[in-house]
């Protein structure tokens, strides 16, 4: 059973940056970060593979946010620049047991998920 644990989060201005970070990770597994807004869905923000050598981004993140893994610790970060209010919501970090070469940026694709933190971005 893996138990992912997010932390990093909190209220920034616009323009800021915040890093993100989900412990507890395991390095044989390709790891994504997803947010979920108030009344939307939940969405794919960046992914990286088991080695580290495939990231993926949502389009409008990218520039901006970087996602990096350190296996030796077991952690995945997800750094976060020039952030916009746009950007408020709460990331969840995931797991993919199944693909270790390629992010998906399919929720159904992740099989282990953190219980959230909370990125407020003001204006």
């Known amino acids: 059973q893996v138990q992912l644990v997010e932390s990093g989060g909190g209220l920034v201005q616009a323009g800021g940056s915040l890093r993100l970070s989900c412990a507890k990770t395991?390095?044989?597994?390709?790891m994504g970060w997803f947010r979920q807004a108030p009344g939307k869905e939940r969405e794919f923000v960046a992914g990286?593979?088991?080695?580290?050598?495939?990231?993926g981004y949502l389009d409008s993140v990218k520039g901006r946010f970087t996602i990096s893994r350190d296996n030796a610790k077991n952690t995945v970060y997800l750094r976060m620049d020039s952030l916009k209010p746009e950007d408020t919501a709460v990331y969840y970090c995931?797991?993919?047991?199944?693909?270790?070469?390629?992010?998906?940026?399919?929720?159904?694709?992740?099989?282990?998920w953190g219980q959230g933190t909370q990125v407020t971005v003001s204006s």
């Open positions: 990286i593979s088991v080695s580290g050598s495939s990231v």
């Open positions: 995931a797991a993919d047991i199944d693909m270790p070469y390629y992010p998906s940026n399919r929720i159904w694709d992740y099989d282990y």
């Open positions: 395991s390095s044989r597994y390709t």
